[in-house]
């Protein structure tokens, strides 16, 4: 192991976490002044996400298949599914028009994909070099549910803020604990970018909103325990 590359690797991942960081602020900035919303922010990080991909190898991203044995049981996603779909239990937001559902979804395509990128692709496989396969699940999990500090900057409440890292972190771990098992992130793409539209384009009253985060939290814990209970027969494979 070459750990002055591997820690190379790790400032290179972190690096990238903070220029996402900063492109989604420049852009929500220019949508307030331009009265474009987030539209700009959406073409921003479609941009980017492009960036990352000329930049990186997919492998390295670990942008691949599954693995095959994954398949075996159909049952394995059904929890992911539940978890994005959800918030639609609230109904649709009344406030929205077709054109705001439109960005919506191109927003959170791109911020779906570029997350689990950075988070799961290569945070995690630099901490995973560094250290080990639990401390990358438990360290990028943990990161990416702090992360969501930034939003104080985009005009949450303090409550709004707790509730949402509290959110991130359990589904965090939940991910990063799937990326341990299949060595892919597209299933948690896929996933991220449904979770994330559901709870935009869905009501945004206060209270139904706190009814959702025990059930979101329930599902992720259990579904967390279940993976780990099975990865730690032998499961998992790093590297």
Do not use: C
């Not at 599914?81 to 959800?86: E, K, M, Q, S």
């Not at 250290?131 to 409440?157: D, E, M, P």
């Not at 771990?173 to 299949?182: G, Q």
């Amino acid at each position: 192991m070459n750990e002055g590359k591997d820690k190379t690797v790790l400032r290179r991942a972190l690096l990238w976490i903070f220029v996402y960081i900063v492109l989604v602020n420049i852009g929500d900035e220019i949508g307030r002044q331009t009265g474009m919303g987030s539209l700009i922010t959406a073409l921003i990080l479609v941009g980017f996400s492009g960036v990352l991909l000329k930049t990186h190898h997919l492998q390295d991203l670990l942008l691949r298949l599954p693995e095959r044995n994954i398949y075996a049981s159909v049952w394995y996603f059904i929890p992911l599914l539940i978890l994005a779909l959800i918030q639609w239990f609230v109904g649709l937001e009344a406030t929205l028009g077709l054109s705001d559902i439109l960005v919506a979804a191109l927003l959170m395509m791109a911020v779906g994909f570029i997350e689990e990128v950075l988070f799961r692709g290569l945070l995690f496989l630099a901490i995973e070099k560094n250290s080990t396969t639990k401390r990358a699940i438990i360290i990028s999990g943990i990161t990416f549910g702090f992360g969501h500090i930034v939003n104080l900057l985009r005009g949450y409440s303090s409550t709004e803020l707790l509730s949402q890292i509290a959110v991130a972190i359990a589904v965090g771990i939940l991910l990063a604990l799937l990326v341990a098992k299949t060595r892919s992130i597209i299933p948690g793409v896929i996933f991220h970018a449904l979770f994330n539209f559901s709870g935009t384009v869905t009501s945004q009253d206060a209270e139904l909103q706190a009814m959702l985060l025990v059930p979101i939290l329930v599902v992720s814990v259990l579904y967390s325990i279940i993976i780990s209970r099975k990865t730690s027969k032998g499961v998992v494979v790093a590297g």
